[in-house]
């Protein structure tokens, strides 16, 4: 990956990658849409992978794929052998002490799922059973697949689901956040990075508050961890969660890092092979974790090309990663603020956000901006984006997003500020 990096007169590596050889790794970025380059700023909804991330899965699958755990044959054993060590690899990207506490999920929403299940089935007593009196505190900026498993568990248990509300200006309001996470809090769920506000939340603060309650915490990484560097120890999280489709990586594989005391104490999600320590027709006992939260046959391959993933986004540096989108994002948000009739939905400045910029074309509907992007060959998203009640809270049906990623370049963003004019031009025409 050295190749990519920018290197300064005096042969030190700058903060800034050559953004050419990203996209060369890129095929889908050749493509063509109605004649015109794509344009791709969808990628917080899912990014593009590189060759290197399909020719690491391809050759898996194509010289060394069988089942893991079970078999005493070449193939079985190079299968484990894979699988196991894309965990390792997981592990050193998140900065995990060892990668015990890395459960592989099919996605995001399944490992949320894990762990209000988790508490949900845990015994009467025990450090994660939830009851009436018992509260569950997230915030109103969560995607659904943050939020709908925790109101399906205060359903089940009788807890009270509280969240922080949302400031005008697309930041948590933390007035009453020593009211809303208290005494009665087991567990306080947030995103790190919003995906429809592009807001990046107080860790610290929040961590700092639940750790004086003993509440457990839970964050969600799925827009941090592809952008920024992450260290789950520096973060102070309990639980961590990220999904591979929006870093690099196929879809059909997610990731749960817990720390290792919690996943050891916690009661299984899903029952089955692999994830069993004795069973008899009168009862059964559980592996330790990772493996009892792994039940039946894993995502081995797509694990495999999640490594590749954080290998290459390592070898780039996500620091540069960063800086190369916060430069994409200030060029953005400068471009909209010298547009008259189009309001940007969040922070309005790079203080604390990512890439994901939402906004809103006065008198077009999102849909009807989509589309005629995508005459363009731009590539973004419209919709609540799994955030209705944001797009409550700010009085709108729904917004476009457009979200930059590391093969993204100045001359699109640019394409996408034209393209906004065009769509205001042939709307109002």
Not at 6 to 21: I, L, Y
């Amino acid at each position: 990956m050295t190749s990519l990096l920018a290197v300064t007169a005096g042969g030190q590596r700058s903060t800034s990658f050559d953004v050419e050889a990203v996209r060369a790794d890129f095929p889908v970025l050749s493509r063509l849409i109605g004649g015109r380059p794509l344009v791709y700023l969808d990628n917080a909804s899912s990014s593009h992978k590189p060759r290197q991330v399909l020719d690491a899965e391809r050759a898996f699958v194509e010289q060394h794929y069988s089942n893991v755990h079970r078999g005493v044959h070449t193939l079985s054993q190079e299968a484990t052998d894979g699988y196991e060590a894309a965990r390792d690899t997981v592990a050193r990207f998140l900065g995990a002490p060892d990668s015990h506490g890395v459960v592989f999920t099919k996605n995001a929403t399944e490992a949320y799922n894990l762990v209000a299940y988790s508490f949900g089935n845990a015994a009467a007593g025990s450090r994660f059973a939830l009851g009436p009196g018992d509260e569950v505190c997230v915030t109103e900026m969560e995607h659904h697949s943050n939020l709908v498993p925790w109101q399906m568990l205060c359903e089940r248990t009788g807890a009270t689901l509280r969240w922080i509300p949302l400031t005008d200006d697309g930041r948590l309001d933390l007035t009453d956040l020593e009211s809303l996470v208290n005494e009665r809090t087991k567990v306080l769920a947030f995103v790190h990075v919003s995906n429809i506000l592009g807001t990046e939340n107080p860790v610290d603060v929040l961590v700092a508050r639940a750790r004086e309650v003993g509440a457990l915490t839970l964050l969600d990484g799925a827009q941090s961890a592809p952008h920024q560097p992450v260290d789950v120890v520096a973060l102070g999280v309990d639980f961590f969660v990220l999904t591979g489709h929006k870093m690099l990586a196929p879809s059909g594989v997610g990731v749960l890092w817990g720390r290792r005391e919690l996943l050891d104490a916690m009661p299984p999600f899903l029952g089955g092979g692999s994830m069993i320590e004795v069973v008899q027709m009168s009862g059964s006992t559980y592996a330790p974790a990772p493996e009892r939260f792994e039940a039946g046959t894993p995502v081995i391959s797509q694990a495999v090309a999640l490594a590749a993933a954080c290998d290459y986004l390592q070898g780039i540096g996500l620091d540069r990663v960063l800086a190369h989108e916060q430069a994409l994002t200030a060029r953005l948000i400068s471009g909209i603020h010298d547009l008259d009739g189009v309001t940007i939905i969040g922070p309005d400045s790079l203080e604390d956000r990512g890439a994901a910029v939402s906004f809103s074309i006065e008198g077009v509907h999102p849909h009807d901006v989509g589309q005629s992007l995508d005459e363009l060959g731009i590539a973004v998203r419209v919709g609540h984006h799994c955030a209705a009640p944001v797009c409550r809270r700010y009085g709108v049906p729904a917004t476009t997003r457009a979200s930059s990623y590391l093969y993204n370049t100045e001359a699109e963003i640019d394409a996408l500020l034209e393209g906004i004019t065009s769509v205001q031009r042939f709307w109002s025409a």
